[in-house]
């Protein structure tokens, strides 16, 4: 597979094996071409791609900032894997502004997939796997369990949602609608994003997290209080994040904040104060 010199973003590169286990077992050969040509400034591009059984490997850029998530929790297993990466000391708490612009990237190259035809849902979006490269910018990584949607009707058509066999996502990230109709969608992404945002805000882990913010996610003039200490936020960027966070992964599915608008606010927020 060819690497869009365009996308790439670093000179060595991180392979993803479980993915690749599930794409060799699932002989999808259309999807790997059809990732291989997604191109976008914040998609972590494939770079290539090994499907023989006993070797199967995504290859990606290595993005030398390490993942959202261990930049967030900065537990012994993430500063472990940020030595690896080259990080020696324990870096400081990402800042507000950081944290959006990581957030921002990640927003619009997800928008980016559901915009492609046909579109790729991504599936498995998490703090985990949006990953930093050494000057801060976001990568969204790990489309690999993503599956471009065909038309069921066939020719080009659009289709919003595709069911699934398997559930895909995290524990914490997945659509309680993914669990009632087996059916992952834009919205399931979008809700997934929506906890990323509020796992930012917080700094805290993805599992019930919803419920642990609920007096601020029902007022949000309220969100400085869950907003993480150490990351500077103003109270106007927490309250902005709890908004989208209410509209992504909160509201019901017919009143859910389309991707696009999330995207630019997300965007937005970052000029509302903070470090
Ligand atoms: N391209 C990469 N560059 C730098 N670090 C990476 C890269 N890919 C993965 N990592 C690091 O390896 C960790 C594990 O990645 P991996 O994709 O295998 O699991 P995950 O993201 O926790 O779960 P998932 O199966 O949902 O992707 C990530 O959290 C990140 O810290
Ligand atoms: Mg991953």
Redesign the pocket.
């Known amino acids: 597979v060819k690497a869009e010199p365009a996308c790439d973003v670093g000179s060595r590169v991180g392979l993803?094996a479980k993915s690749a286990e599930w794409l060799a077992d699932h002989n999808v050969q259309s999807e790997v071409r059809t990732l291989s040509a997604a191109c976008h400034r914040s998609l972590l591009p494939l770079l290539g791609v090994c499907l023989a059984p006993a070797r199967a490997c995504l290859v990606y850029p290595l993005c030398r900032g390490g993942s959202l998530e261990d930049r967030l929790y900065r537990a012994p297993a993430a500063l472990q894997r940020l030595r690896m990466l080259g990080f020696e000391t324990p870096l400081p708490p990402l800042s507000a502004a950081a944290r959006l612009r990581v957030l921002r990237d990640a927003a619009s190259a997800l928008h980016y997939l559901h915009t492609l035809s046909p579109m790729i849902l991504h599936r498995d979006v998490s703090a985990?796997?949006i990953l930093l490269d050494e000057r801060g910018n976001g990568y969204l990584?790990?489309v690999g369990l993503a599956r471009a949607a065909e038309a069921t009707a066939g020719g080009n058509q659009r289709v919003s949602h595709l069911s699934t066999q398997r559930l895909f996502g995290k524990l914490g990230y997945m659509d309680p609608i993914i669990s009632q109709s087996g059916q992952a969608s834009q919205l399931t992404d979008g809700y997934a994003l929506g906890i990323t945002l509020l796992v930012s805000l917080t700094g805290r882990g993805a599992v019930g997290l919803l419920d642990e913010c609920d007096d601020a996610l029902e007022e949000p003039d309220t969100a400085e209080s869950i907003a993480a200490a150490d990351a500077g936020w103003s109270a106007a960027q927490a309250e902005e994040l709890v908004r989208l966070v209410v509209g992504l992964a909160l509201v019901k599915k017919k009143k859910r904040m389309p991707l696009a608008e999330a995207a630019a606010a997300a965007g937005g927020a970052r000029r509302t104060g903070g470090r």
């Open positions: 993803d985990g796997n990584a790990d």
